[in-house]
T-cell receptor
């Protein structure tokens, strides 16, 4: 069965301090690796889908990368509005997402 | 207007009561899902439906039931609520494009407290 583990559980950065979030997975035949952002009291909001090792996608200050065993979400020069919980998930079977527990990111001004 | 709506947004109920959470979507998607979110455990799948006549159990379906009344409506019921069902519940929808997995769109969530 797919397993998804995210680290760290929580990360506190200063504004402008770049860092990376990790998502490790075990899955037989990856069909998609998804990143979501979740703000307090709201539903997850889609960020990226990665399909194969070596793939990269960018959006503003975020860049997601994928290897055969893990994915990274790189945050470059973050701003306070980037504070949120970031969730990754793998696709199990047909359209069933298996989520990690999330990384709670706080950016201090 | 939001694409995926959930009602109620907040609910407090007592142990043993039956409760229904409702989800509606205007995206025209065939696939709908119910998840629950607990602190430190992430999102876990309760039930999912690929069309009106196709309903499937997820990893934590015990104590829950669902009804797909129409393509746009998917309801989750707790037949006899218990305190460990206190959680944040999310509905989601997705499309299927030529065999390629597509993203899921989530509703705003229902915060359920069982006392």
């Amino acid at each position: 069965e797919d397993q998804v583990t995210q680290s760290p559980e929580a990360l506190r950065l200063q504004e402008g301090e770049s860092s990376s979030l990790n998502c490790s997975y075990t899955v037989s035949g990856l069909r998609g690796l998804f990143w979501y952002r979740q703000d307090p009291g709201k539903g997850p909001e889609f960020l990226f889908t990665l399909y194969s090792a070596g793939e990269e996608k960018e959006k503003e200050r975020l860049k997601a990368t994928l290897t055969k065993k893990e994915s990274f979400l790189h945050i470059t020069a973050p701003k306070p509005e980037d504070s949120a919980t970031y969730l990754c998930a793998t696709l199990q079977g047909a359209q069933k997402l298996v989520f990690g527990q999330g990384t709670r990111l706080t950016i201090n001004p | 207007d939001a694409d995926v709506t959930q009602t109620p947004r907040n609910r407090i109920t007592k142990t043993g009561k039956r409760i229904m959470l409702e989800c509606s979507q205007t995206k025209g998607h065939d696939r709908m899902y119910w998840y629950r979110q607990d602190p430190g455990l992430g999102l876990r799948l309760i039930y999912y439906s690929f069309d009106v006549k196709d309903i499937n159990k997820g990893e934590i379906s015990d104590g829950y039931s669902v009804s797909r009344q129409a393509q746009a409506k998917f309801s989750l019921s707790l037949e006899s609520a218990i305190p460990n069902q206190t959680a944040l519940y999310f509905c989601a929808t997705s499309d299927w494009a030529s065999g390629t997995p597509t993203k899921q769109y989530f509703g705003p969530g229902t915060r359920l407290t069982v006392t």
